[in-house]
């Protein structure tokens, strides 16, 4: 009989144990918050400046749209150069993006849609910087010389200048020493060091550059501006969700409302963004059918 208790009682125990472990793992699965699943996004900047410049200056605009945003974060990611943005952005890489008017375009027929856009169209146009001691005074003393240029698919800053110097008296391809050099800032030094006798760049890099060093104003100048195109526009990828894109949208066409904002804007060069879709962007069809048959093929 006292086995019989013993064991009886020791499974009582146990019993209460049991049920003890049970309550305090029942505990452990419930509490009074929910967790909410946070959604990360790629951005990726076209080479508007170089790598650091790129992350100075977009990357507030970045970091408030994560704050403003309820689960989701966004994450900036610069390119090296043209090249590399291109085969992210058409490999579908990014979830949203910032492209050139050609780039956007492009994006257009691989997974992405237009949302928004960069205001100040009037701004959007290349420029041809020259030394103010080069003595060229017109477009054809170009013939023979070189021309420095960020990259073949830069918009503004190359394909425009181009088309620009094709329909002034020089045969692009022909008459000049093209070379590509990988971004706006070098493109600017290059003229300024005397290896080109032109470089070709758009104002929004020209003005932040020679900013930053006097010295470029005192010996450069403007020496041809094309007329303005549509500005950089704002894709995302067709499956992100419409409720996200809605609130960027809305977030980055309301920027120049607020103090905040407005800072942003500032050290973008820019007054406001807007809101704009694919049709907007049929003028770069139409600009980029004359370009390839007056000027070169388009890769």
């Not at 019993?15 to 790629?42: A, G, K, P």
């Not at 240029?149 to 200048?161: E, I, N, R, S, V």
């Not at 080109?196 to 100048?221: F, Q």
Request: aromatic share 10%.
């Amino acid at each position: 009989m006292l086995n019989k208790f013993i064991v009886s009682l020791m499974a009582g125990i146990c019993l209460l144990s049991c049920e003890r472990q049970q309550d305090r793992q029942y505990q452990l699965h419930f509490s009074d918050t929910s967790v909410v699943e946070q959604v990360s996004y790629i951005f990726g900047i076209h080479p508007l400046h170089n790598p650091q410049r790129l992350f100075e200056i977009f990357n507030p605009y970045i970091q408030y749209l994560s704050d403003n945003i309820e689960g989701v974060s966004f994450t900036l990611e610069a390119s090296r150069n043209y090249a590399a943005f291109d085969e992210k952005l058409y490999s579908g890489k990014f979830d949203f993006a910032l492209p050139n008017p050609f780039q956007t375009f492009n994006a257009m027929s691989k997974g992405y849609r237009v949302f928004a856009k960069m205001g100040d169209d009037e701004n959007f146009k290349g420029i041809i910087l020259t030394r103010k001691d080069s003595g060229i005074d017109k477009v054809t003393d170009l013939k023979g010389k070189a021309v420095s240029y960020p990259a073949p698919t830069a918009l503004a800053a190359t394909m425009m200048p181009q088309y620009y110097l094709q329909t002034h008296g020089v045969d692009v391809m022909l008459d000049l020493d093209n070379r590509y050099v990988g971004s706006q800032e070098s493109s600017i030094m290059n003229v300024y060091l005397k290896q080109t006798a032109a470089a070709s760049t758009w104002p929004l890099p020209w003005i932040a550059l020679s900013k930053e060093r006097p010295e470029l104003a005192l010996e450069l100048e403007v020496k041809w501006s094309t007329p303005p195109l549509i500005n950089n526009g704002l894709v995302v990828k067709d499956e992100i969700p419409n409720k996200i894109v809605e609130q960027v949208a809305n977030l980055t066409a309301e920027l120049h409302l607020h103090p905040e904002g407005m800072v942003m804007l500032e050290a973008m060069a820019l007054s406001r963004f807007e809101l704009a879709s694919n049709e907007d962007y049929q003028v770069v069809d139409q600009f980029l059918i004359k370009f390839s048959e007056q000027v070169r093929p388009i890769n």
